[in-house]
């Protein structure tokens, strides 16, 4: 079936430093990529998305680019805070017209240390 | 809008009781989804409705769960009877009737603990 696979956390990182959250999706079908992100105790929030090869979702700082010829969806930010010390989440839904649930990845734990 | 709705925000029963989680959707949604999230497991999809109807419950654990959407604006997942290993956060979410099918609003979960 339909599989997300990232990295494993938790990923911890100093404050200004580059970030590569590294995401693969199974190539079946046409499906829109996703990143969630969750604070502590909260619900999931959409970061970003791309619905298409080659589309980059972006938001907050962070970017992701639909790669069709590696299956992957790689989330990067330029330089963190540690306001970004979350749980985030890679996910795809298999687009065609009406809605279907979302395959989660298992999540990557970010610690961004001062 | 206030979002998705859930409640409670925390639940602790014991075993053998009758559990009801409820959820009201964003206005104008066309589809509403449960997904429970565990340490073991991850966010697995549960059920999920589209304009009200059951389309895919292959994510339900077993014949203790049961979901119903009665109408546009109101959802509940029933555990009847609870076990320890039900422990876990369940989420609501929904999508945008004229938005992209695609994107999923999640409420804030409500944090279920069996004893």
């Known amino acids: 079936g339909n599989s997300v696979t990232q990295m494993e956390g938790p990923v911890t990182l100093s404050e200004e430093a580059f970030l590569t959250i590294n995401c693969t999706y199974t190539?079946?079908?046409?499906?829109?990529l996703f990143w969630y992100v969750q604070y502590p105790g909260e619900g999931l929030q959409l970061l970003l998305k791309a619905t298409k090869a080659d589309d980059k979702g972006s938001n907050k700082g962070f970017e992701a680019t639909y790669r069709k010829e590696t299956t992957s969806f790689h989330l990067e930010k330029g330089s963190v805070q540690v306001s970004d010390s979350a749980v985030y989440f890679c996910?795809?839904?298999?687009?065609?017209?009406?809605?279907?649930?979302?395959?989660f990845g298992k999540g990557t734990h970010l610690i961004i240390q001062p | 809008d206030a979002g998705v709705i859930q409640s409670p925000r925390h639940e602790v029963t014991e075993m053998g009781q009758e559990v009801t989680l409820r959820c009201k959707p964003i206005?104008?949604?066309?589809?509403l989804f449960w997904y429970r999230q565990t340490m073991m497991r991850g966010l697995e999809l549960l059920i999920y409705f589209n304009n009200n109807v059951p389309i895919d419950d292959s994510g339900m654990p077993e014949d203790r769960f049961s979901a119903k959407m009665p109408n546009a604006s109101f959802s509940t997942l029933k555990i009847q009877p609870s076990e320890p290993r039900d422990s876990a956060v369940y989420f609501c979410a929904n999508t945008l009737a004229g938005e992209s099918t695609d994107t999923q609003y999640f409420g804030p979960g409500t944090r279920l603990t069996v004893l």
């Open positions: 190539a079946t079908g046409y499906p829109s």
């Open positions: 996910a795809r839904v298999d687009s065609g017209g009406g809605a279907d649930g979302l395959t």
């Open positions: 206005s104008g949604h066309n589809s």
